[in-house]
């Protein structure tokens, strides 16, 4: 047991290193601004039964103080009110407008679907794509444009801050954070170009619109169900620039608010980003409860001096990431419990997929086992991109 709490330690050691990084140089969307030129922007919504959050967005995105601007929504065939809402907003701002999603064709996320269709109406030089329950600041459009222009950018992802309402969201959301803060020192997303060392979020995802032709468009991931690190990941591998930033303080998003949205939501992604690999995906779960579990289990009838410094060192992470990212104290509270559900959550995604067949959400079941369709993660017709 020694030795394990001692490899536990000097993994917490890494994981604070590179998160210290990650506060300390970011970069963060919100410190960069006025852009010096002023190209048409598309802010693109892929929405699909977003009655609920798509008001917020839209009055969010009418508030931008970047003047150049079209905001498309696509209402992906919803059976809420979605479409009403955004119609609503289409008459109201001349800005604005709405586009019926076309029926999904086989071998597609409606996501990607939804995307494709977005960039095929879009008439700006940059095009951002955006989630609806995703609420900018009044300058995040401009701060995405000083990104570009800083960086010489050719796509800039953003992780928003996120809203964390009751005690699963404060413990199991930021577990997003812990992974990407603790994992990917950011600054090296843009200063390499490394094909591992690329992340991106669809939350809030912005291209030159060359830089999307030149990758293939959406239709190039079109069954991807992690379909951003497959697009960054193509952007690296064709020698275009990459910039990942925090969006705290410049982008923010509620993504769920109880524990069964919490659930379902991430048993989607949580699997698919491992390629659906259990090969891989299980020692990851694994690596969890060693670093961010087991201490504390020790902890409680083995008060020693290094497994007091493994929690402390976790207690530092967290407490890091708490402050920088906005997760509050609770969050740090709840660090253990958070990791565990995680890991249980991880375990359910592999059990959905191998039940189902696929990955369902918004209430369509994606088929990426069984179905003829290439692997969900792998991207799709690189090749053909290439030649294109």
Not at 260 to 282: D, V
Request: glycine share 6%; net charge positive.
């Amino acid at each position: 047991m020694s030795e394990l709490i001692l490899v536990t330690i000097v993994l917490l050691a890494t994981i604070n290193a590179v998160a210290a990084v990650n506060v300390i140089a970011g970069p963060f969307l919100r410190k960069y601004s006025t852009p010096s030129t002023r190209p048409l922007i598309s802010l693109l919504i892929p929405a699909r039964n977003e009655e609920l959050n798509l008001p917020r967005c839209l009055e969010a995105l009418s508030q931008q103080a970047y003047p150049a601007l079209e905001v498309i929504v696509l209402d992906d065939q919803s059976d809420d009110g979605t479409l009403d809402v955004a119609e609503r907003w289409a008459v109201k701002d001349a800005r604005f407008s709405v586009v019926a999603g076309q029926p999904l064709p086989e071998g597609w996320t409606g996501k990607n679907w939804a995307c494709y269709q977005l960039a095929q109406k879009a008439a700006g030089e940059v095009l951002i794509f955006i989630d609806a329950d995703v609420h900018p600041t009044p300058r995040a459009v401009e701060n995405t444009l000083a990104v570009f222009e800083r960086f010489r950018a050719d796509a800039v992802s953003s992780f928003p801050g996120q809203h964390l309402r009751g005690l699963a969201a404060k413990g199991i959301i930021p577990m997003m954070d812990v992974i990407l803060y603790g994992a990917l020192p950011l600054p090296l997303v843009f200063r390499t170009k490394f094909e591992s060392l690329s992340a991106a979020n669809g939350q809030w995802f912005a291209f030159r619109r060359e830089a999307y032709e030149a990758v293939g468009t959406h239709s190039v991931v079109r069954n991807n169900v992690v379909e951003d690190v497959a697009l960054a990941r193509l952007i690296k591998r064709r020698g275009m620039r990459l910039v990942l930033t925090s969006g705290v303080g410049s982008v923010a998003c509620e993504m769920y608010s109880n524990l069964s949205e919490i659930n379902e939501g991430f048993s989607k992604n949580f699997f698919a980003a491992f390629r659906f690999r259990p090969s891989a995906f299980l020692p990851f779960l694994a690596l969890m409860l060693l670093v961010f579990v087991l201490p504390y289990v020790l902890l409680l009838h083995d008060i020693s001096a290094s497994t007091m410094l493994a929690v402390g060192l976790n207690l530092t992470f967290r407490s890091m990431l708490a402050t920088r990212f906005r997760h509050g104290l609770v969050s740090v509270i709840l660090h253990p419990l958070g990791s565990l559900a995680a890991v249980l959550i991880g375990l359910n995604a592999i059990r959905l997929y191998y039940v189902r067949g696929g990955v369902r959400w918004k209430g369509r079941t994606v088929p990426v086992r069984g179905s003829g369709t290439r692997p969900p993660f792998d991207v799709c017709e690189t090749t053909q991109a290439k030649d294109e």
